[in-house]
């Protein structure tokens, strides 16, 4: 038990970089404002939707009470939060368990298999927490105080609370564990990591649908049609997965059949984990090293090869465009991150309008009145620069680099070349984005090819200057420390900064384009009057990161 | 070749000296060995002359170029292999010697012929068309050694070249590095296997704790308090 507490104790310092923070918050005493803005920044996205879930909830627990089965609600909150748990919990145990970098280290040490699962197991657990905090926080809670529970029910809750992510996640380790005793998936790591971030867009698009088809002010008329139709695919989950209804049933009510479900919730538990735990003393190596097998197929380069594609001789800022370009495309976290939501980002904000049709129908007579021209072609305008600013590909450029940044320090080229080649990867990125949005414009909100041919053009002039800004806070403070790719994207606050930087342009040229429309400019001179600013803000901008790089390059020790 | 005036630096904020008043002169036509106990200041001082860190003060002239204010001009003359041969592992070794030929703007019909008979020599010829990530640590070694040659500078500055090589390469390298200074360049490498310093070497230079304790030929090593092989040379020098 002692060999398994260190353990446990030095997974959780390592996971969560207690130890780093402390050394640098305590001791170097660098970026201290950087957690506060992170954690106001997560609590605005967590609260975001915790409003929309508690909504439904509200609504659900109106619409339970008068149906007499209040308790829909918990059912509802534990069948889907059990149910996301599970689908998530696949990948995040099989990267825990199988694609950690420091499972290497932990199988030569003198450990039991058991022990390395159990800690695995922790530390997936305690991040699925936070995945139960938006869903199933909210069930309780309305539930418990719109019933008017008492403090047993409380009591039950936390304990439930608790155990909640038990059941999914040993029932997700014992697929996976022994999935990778027979298959080999380890070779498949980064298809593994990209079909387990596309699922994350999945639902979280198909949540966004849910909620934007819940028309505002008729909530509850929407929820007991939801019920009347849907009841039956709650039961069904239900009857699927009972471990929900155990919950629901042990939790809802005090009498001594539920104390039975809530012993057997809390039973199926125990027995679950301990069944992982007993597995993986069995097999949990022997699926390691089975997957450990290296692939002995090389492949050489042919002499036609050399000939062609390695027989040309181009500039260093296009040698490094196209390294940087293979890079992107071969990281899954980055093309999750930096192309995939930019790709549904314009689904999404057209979403509303296609669930809601009352909605959809007032937004097509403004796009096809004449009236409103000029507004509406600036919104396409808006909405590209929007859309194509929400990615990290040029606010984590230089912070990619990580540990090979020494190679940019060593070459021959300078420093303001090397970001060029940044820039127009970065710019190739965003007209993927503005693209796929331009069509969207054009097929489904039936923007004419002309508008489409100007929002276009300023779409592309405005990108320049949010990708400079967007590069400037990454060339100003890089994030180069990191051991794998999710750090340098998703957990670099650059990310973040640099957006709130570029917003700044965009509201100059929002401001711009107001100011020229309320003075009654004519059409054409809004949309020249509009390039010159963006043309005369991404110059600046452009040059202004040249600059800085030039000095900053210098700066930067590795 | 290399110039090193009185080159300092020191980490966090000046409590500790890596490297201290350093002076060293390397001529063209020799391979100098650089040694030193771990953390003496060997990576630092390659890591300053190569630009990967800033001094605090003191100069350093790469072929006549100042690396501070002739940045490209005397990067354009070096080549260097690190310690831990990181490199883009998502890309081929074929796109990574490649893009190295770009950069130094090799044209294709030299980078070709180079590129082939380096392959060869390491026997990555079979690899090259993999990507890096499925490289072991001594075709890492390799790959990254061959993107540093690929321009053919005239010094090369290896640090630790050695480690991970197989016996093959290594003694193949090692023949390299002499055909490369015979033709009047120059190689500075880092080593702690003191018997290839000691075979292979025109001159050492033994730096302890930032500071150079000692520098020349074996013979001139020899001629000093401290008489033996290079290894009790060293351990006494450093142990002072």
Known sequence: MNTFLTLLKTSLNVNFGISALRHRFIKQKRRLWEPVLIGVSFAFGIGTLMALTSAFFIALLIAGKSMGQPEIVLAMGFVSAQLIILMFGIFYIMGAFYFSKDIDILVPLPLKPSHIIASKFVIVMINEYLTLVPILLPAVI???????????????????????????????????????????????????????????????????????????????????????????????????????????????????????????????????????????????????????????????????????????????????FWKEWKLFFRTPIYVMNGLVGMVMAPFLIIMPYIANKEAGAYMFDIISNPQYTVPVTLAGVGVLLLVTNMNIVANTSVSREGNMFWVSKLIPVPAKQQILAKVLHSIAIVLIGIVVTAIVLAVILKYTPIRIIIIVFLAIIGSFSTVALNLMVDVLRPKLEWTNPQEAVKRNINAILGMLASFVALGIFAGVAAMMVFMGAPEWLVYTGLAVIMGAVAAAALFGLLKLSEWKYKKIEV | MINIKNLSKSYNKGSVKAVDNLNLHVNPGEIFGFLGPNGAGKTTTIKMMIGLLNSDSGSISIKGFD?????????????????????????????????????????????????????????????????????????????????????????????????GLDPKSAHQLKELMRKHCDKGN?????????????????????????KLVAIGTMDELRKGEQAGSLENIFLELTEQ
């Open chain 1, 142 to 320: 309305i539930y418990g105080a719109g019933t008017g529970q008492g403090i047993l029910y409380w009591i039950k809750a936390l304990i439930l609370w608790l155990a909640t992510p038990v059941i999914p996640l040993a029932m997700a380790g014992l697929f996976v564990v022994i999935l990778m005793r027979f298959v080999n998936i380890r070779k498949s790591k980064d298809l593994l990591a990209f079909v387990g971030g596309f699922l994350g867009v999945i639902v979280a698009v198909g949540t966004n649908f849910f909620f934007q088809r819940m028309p505002k002010g008729k909530e509850e008329e929407f929820i007991q049609n939801f019920l009347n139709t849907q009841s039956g695919l709650v039961k069904t989950v239900g009857q699927k997965f009972p471990p929900a209804l155990w919950a629901t049933k042990g939790l809802a009510e005090n009498s001594p059949e539920a104390i039975g479900y809530f012993l057997l919730f809390i039973g199926t538990c125990l027995v679950l984990l301990a069944a992982l735990l007993w597995l993986a003393n069995r097999i949990f190596f022997k699926s390691l090293l089975s997957g450990q097998e290296v692939n002995r197929r090389r492949r050489s380069v042919s002499q036609r090869e050399m000939d062609g594609k390695y027989g040309k001789r181009q500039s260093p800022v296009l040698a490094l």
């Open chain 2, 67 to 163: 690396n501070q204010k002739q940045t490209l001009e005397a990067k354009r003359n070096i080549g260097y292999v690190p310690d831990n041969p990181d490199v883009f592992d998502r890309l081929t070794g074929m796109e990574y010697l490649n893009f190295m030929a770009d950069i130094y703007q090799v044209e294709p019909d030299v980078r070709k012929e180079r590129i082939k008979s380096f392959l060869e020599m390491f026997g990555l010829n079979d690899a090259a068309g993999d990507l890096i990530k499925s490289y072991s640590h001594g075709m890492k070694q390799k790959i990254v050694l061959t993107g540093a040659l690929v321009h053919d500078p005239a010094l090369w500055i290896l640090d630790e070249p050695l480690v």
């Open chain 2, 186 to 210: 120059t190689v500075f490498f880092s080593t702690h296997v003191l018997e290839v310093a000691e075979k292979i070497c025109d001159r050492i230079g033994i730096i302890n704790r930032g």
